[in-house]
Nanobody
Framework: QLQLVESGGGLVQPGGSLRLSCATS????????IGWFRQAPGKEREGVSC????????YYADSVKGRFTISRDNAKNTVYLQMNSLKPEDTAVYYC???????????????????WGQGTQVTVSS
């Protein structure tokens, strides 16, 4: 059974950092692109960052460029999102998603996904 389990969310002050993890199981991770999406209350879900199956290609939304870094460790079946210089507008539920390779990471972050995790809450507030 394919599973994506997010962890690492929490409450952080503006300017702080968090690292989200997406632990995967039940499938061959290196055949899938992985992405992070978020949804704030009253807003549509948006693609934050996506990474290709090999890790050689990444995509970042303009709102997080220079602050967030996506990475993957296929040997550990885990994908990470390092979030620095967090802002209150980063507050949202963050979801991990997987898409079978064959599309670009940009298309994936546009919403072309096959599987979803359950989400982890990130709250940026003083």
């Amino acid at each position: 059974q394919l599973q994506l389990v997010e962890s690492g969310g929490g409450l952080v002050q503006p300017g702080g950092s968090l690292r989200l993890s997406c632990a995967t199981s039940g499938f061959t991770l290196d055949l899938y692109h992985i992405g992070w999406f978020r949804q704030a209350p009253g807003k549509e879900r948006e693609g934050v960052s996506c990474i290709s199956s090999s890790g050689g290609s990444t995509y970042y939304a303009d709102s997080v460029k220079g602050r967030f870094t996506i990475s993957r460790d296929n040997a550990k079946n885990t994908v990470y999102l390092q979030m620095n210089s967090l802002k209150p507008e980063d507050t949202a539920v963050y979801y991990c998603a997987a898409t079978l390779l064959g599309t670009s990471v940009q298309v994936m972050c546009g919403g072309n996904t096959d599987y979803w995790g359950q989400g982890t809450q990130v709250t940026v507030s003083s």
